[in-house]
């Protein structure tokens, strides 16, 4: 059964720093792209970044270019989101999910697994 889990999500200031962690398990991921998405309150789920699991290519959202950088340590089937200078725009639930790909994939609709999310909220 493959689960999910992030954390690392908290109350934080505009400007400030955090990093999300998603435990993967439950099945060999080297063929799958993780990626993270979030959704704010009243809108829609919206892709943030990507990597494959064997090569760690990436690919950002635009809103998130040059301030976050997706990772993954293989040892610890863990894929990490560094966010720095958050913005209050930045505020939603953060969800990572997997999906079988070769390249790192933006759309929604093509990943299979999902977390629970995990709240991130920036203060002005």
């Known amino acids: 059964q493959v689960q999910l889990v992030e954390s690392g999500g908290g109350l934080v200031q505009a400007g400030d720093s955090l990093r999300l962690s998603c435990a993967a398990s439950?099945?060999?991921?080297?063929?799958?792209?993780m990626g993270w998405f979030r959704q704010a309150p009243g809108k829609e789920r919206e892709f943030v970044a990507a990597?494959?699991?064997?090569?760690?290519?990436?690919y950002y959202a635009d809103s998130v270019k040059g301030r976050s950088t997706i990772s993954r340590d293989i040892a610890k089937n863990t894929v990490y989101l560094q966010m720095n200078n958050l913005k209050p725009e930045d505020t939603a639930v953060y969800y990572c999910?997997?999906?079988?790909?070769?390249?790192?994939?933006?759309?929604?609709?093509?990943?299979?697994?999902w977390g629970q999310g995990t709240q991130v909220t920036v203060s002005s």
């Open positions: 439950g099945r060999t991921f080297s063929s799958y792209a």
């Open positions: 999910a997997a999906a079988v790909a070769i390249r790192p994939i933006q759309f929604l609709t093509k990943y299979e697994y």
């Open positions: 990597i494959t699991w064997s090569g760690g290519s990436r």
